[in-house]
Nanobody, 123 residues
Framework: QMLLVESGGGLLQPGGSLRLSCEAS????????MGWFRQGPGKEREFVAV????????SYADSVKGRFTISRDNAKNTVYLQMNSLKPEDTAVYYC????????????????WGQGTQVTVSS
């Protein structure tokens, strides 16, 4: 089992910045690709960003490219999502997921999920 705990969500105005964290415990964190997904009101969960086990490979949804940055610290068993220039359409519950050995944009390929953290962007 792997336990994932997200933190860092909040309420902020358009144009603001926020950093989400996801701390993992229980399994070998460095063996997992780690992804961030989000689910807005009335919407399906959608891919945001993913990072390989080593941190050497990343991929982003077009909607966040250039504004969001995913990173990880394997010594701290933590993955981060730095979000800049936030827009109201970024409002969602943000989830981190762990995928054994994969760098995937597909929710079905994730083995573990956190409980989510709410991000609300509103003026």
């Amino acid at each position: 089992q792997m336990l994932l705990v997200e933190s860092g969500g909040g309420l902020l105005q358009p144009g603001g910045s926020l950093r989400l964290s996801c701390e993992a415990s229980g399994r070998s964190f460095s063996s997992y690709g780690m992804g961030w997904f989000r689910q807005g009101p009335g919407k399906e969960r959608e891919f945001v960003a993913v990072i390989s086990w080593s941190g050497g490979r990343t991929s982003y949804a077009d909607s966040v490219k250039g504004r969001f940055t995913i990173s990880r610290d394997n010594a701290k068993n933590t993955v981060y999502l730095q979000m800049n220039s936030l827009k109201p359409e970024d409002t969602a519950v943000y989830y981190c997921g762990a995928s054994l050995g994969l760098v995937s944009r597909e929710t079905i390929e994730y083995d573990y999920w956190g409980q989510g953290t709410q991000v609300t962007v509103s003026s």
